[in-house]
């Protein structure tokens, strides 16, 4: 049976705004507080998921969260109406009020780890949606990620779905972002790289000492247990914490990998050297003798401050239809000389075919990419009918839903217009719109 890699993107919402909550993520702090453009947020995402459907590849969409998450106000004591009950816990802490209308579940990568059927005992596609227990405005975010999941992915034959892990500092889990599943072929076995940032029950182990290290590698080994991946397709490796230090929050924006690639920067890993041996002596082993293509980009060629101003291993490295290999890239990564001139390098030498450049300017002034925007999930053809049919991307739903941001959202947001009470209505209205043209159901708590 063929496998196919699906790309869920996640769907801007109504509310995305610029508040600097991720610290630890540069570009949050540097566009804190300017004035957002949710409309153009919501159109470039849609227009990078319709790039990659054009290309050829299958496409999903994430519904957005319903924001603000009042649940959050109320439980910190602030009472009244839902007007109310912002404008309360604004006079107390703007920063609470941000935190409640927070778009960041837009950056699907950290929704969910997803292992495929192949590599479960059980022959089930597995999700763990994570925790994102460091951050308070995505801490809240895993009950109702959680429910957008079990309802794009609803069939229990096919999919089996987890809560997230304890909400505890030992557990901290940032889902995808920190995962790469590394195989010959979608459908063969793969190898799975699980990336993080600490060690939560060694304290002698290496560990940033300036920007927080979001994931402990006690996290990823409970998510291999859940979703029955065997031990010899489990690998887990520590990130460089001096490179979490520069603002390299998730391996993610210092790593890409598909397939049989693995594109990486010189210090993405604690003692390189060795992890990349360490990482192509068990790809071949569980993929039985196949090599794993490594692309590691010297800093005289990129350097750090490059590769996180430009977002270049944020792209999405996609296996196009005739085999090759293809670049998914912010804008960014042609703006800066030192990544364009290394881009161009690789299609020179045929390491990529070609790379795609997109404008995610909204996105990337918040501090997620391409690659930040989507969650992969590797589907057989059975498999993939039993996703809701509604949340594949084609011609008409392109059109639907470019039509309903245009009817709903504002082209522009600041901190101020978080207290516009009108601003609730006008969410809420568009997300009950949303779950009728997506038939998820009743997801939100507002609808029940």
């Known amino acids: 049976m063929s496998y196919q890699e699906v790309n869920f993107d996640g769907l801007v919402g109504p509310t995305h705004n610029y508040a600097g909550l991720s610290f630890g993520n540069v570009a949050s702090a540097r566009f804190a507080s300017q004035p957002s453009n949710p409309k153009a947020a919501a159109l470039q995402?849609?227009?990078?998921?319709?790039?990659?459907?054009?290309?050829?590849?299958?496409?999903?969409?994430?519904?957005?969260?319903?924001?603000?998450a009042?649940?959050?106000?109320?439980?910190?004591?602030?009472?009244?109406?839902?007007?109310?009950?912002?404008?309360?816990?604004?006079?107390?802490?703007?920063?609470?009020?941000?935190?409640?209308?927070?778009?960041?579940?837009?950056?699907?990568?950290?929704?969910?780890?997803?292992?495929?059927?192949?590599?479960?005992?059980?022959?089930k596609v597995h999700f763990t949606a994570a925790n994102l227990s460091n951050k308070l405005h995505r801490?809240?975010?895993?009950?109702?990620?959680?429910?957008?999941?079990?309802?794009?992915?609803?069939?229990?034959?096919?999919?089996?779905?987890?809560?997230?892990?304890?909400?505890?500092d030992y557990f901290a889990d940032?889902?995808?972002?920190?995962?790469?599943?590394?195989?010959?072929?979608?459908?063969?076995?793969?190898?799975?790289?699980?990336?993080?940032?600490?060690?939560?029950?060694?304290?002698?182990?290496?560990?940033p000492t300036k920007f927080p290290a979001r994931?402990?590698?006690?996290?990823?080994?409970?998510?291999?247990?859940?979703?029955?991946?065997?031990?010899?397709?489990?690998?887990?490796?520590?990130q460089n914490p001096d490179v979490i230090d520069q603002g390299v929050f998730h391996n993610d924006v210092i790593a890409?990998?598909?397939?049989?690639?693995?594109?990486?920067?010189?210090?993405?890993?604690?003692?390189?050297?060795?992890?990349?041996?360490?990482?192509?002596?068990?790809?071949?082993?569980?993929?039985?003798?196949?090599?794993?293509?490594?692309?590691?980009?010297?800093?005289?060629?990129?350097?750090?401050?490059?590769?996180?101003?430009?977002?270049?291993?944020?792209?999405?490295?996609?296996?196009?239809?005739?085999?090759?290999?293809?670049?998914?890239?912010?804008?960014?990564?042609?703006r800066i000389d030192s990544v364009n001139r290394y881009l161009q390098q690789l299609v020179e030498r045929n390491v990529l075919e070609k790379v795609h450049y997109v404008d995610l300017k909204q996105s990337m002034q918040n501090g997620g990419g391409p690659a930040c925007l989507r969650l992969r999930v590797v589907l057989n053809q059975a498999e993939?009918?039993?996703?809701?049919?509604q949340c594949l991307l084609d011609d008409t739903l392109y059109l639907t839903l470019c039509s309903w941001v245009n009817k709903h959202y504002r082209d522009r947001l600041t901190l101020e217009d978080l207290r516009d009470p009108q601003l609730i209505s006008e969410s809420y209205q568009a997300l009950d719109e949303l779950t009728q043209i997506m038939a998820l159901g009743s997801i939100y708590d507002f609808q029940i």
């Open 45 to 68: 995402g849609l227009a990078k998921m319709k790039m990659l459907s054009d290309l050829g590849l299958s496409q999903g969409v994430i519904a957005p969260h319903a924001r603000p």
């Open 70 to 123: 009042l649940h959050l106000l109320r439980k910190l004591g602030f009472t009244g109406t839902d007007s109310q009950v912002v404008e309360k816990a604004f006079a107390y802490n703007p920063t609470l009020v941000s935190s409640s209308f927070s778009s960041s579940a837009m950056w699907t990568a950290n929704a969910a780890t997803v292992c495929p059927s192949t590599d479960a005992n059980d022959g």
């Open 139 to 168: 801490a809240i975010e895993a009950p109702l990620t959680s429910k957008i999941l079990k309802a794009t992915f609803a069939d229990e034959g096919y999919f089996s779905h987890h809560p997230a892990l304890p909400m505890h």
């Open 174 to 207: 940032e889902g995808a972002a920190n995962h790469t599943r590394l195989c010959a072929q979608h459908g063969g076995k793969g190898l799975h790289l699980f990336v993080y940032g600490r060690e939560a029950f060694n304290s002698q182990a290496p560990a």
């Open 215 to 238: 994931h402990t590698k006690e996290a990823s080994e409970a998510v291999a247990r859940l979703h029955q991946i065997g031990a010899q397709q489990s690998l887990f490796v520590q």
């Open 256 to 334: 890409v990998g598909n397939e049989r690639m693995l594109f990486c920067h010189e210090q993405a890993f604690v003692n390189q050297s060795q992890t990349l041996d360490g990482i192509k002596r068990a790809y071949g082993e569980v993929t039985q003798g196949e090599q794993l293509i490594i692309t590691q980009v010297e800093n005289e060629q990129v350097s750090i401050d490059d590769a996180i101003g430009s977002y270049l291993f944020n792209s999405q490295l996609i296996t196009l239809n005739n085999g090759g290999f293809a670049l998914i890239a912010p804008g960014e990564c042609e």
């Open 384 to 389: 993939l009918t039993g996703v809701n049919p």
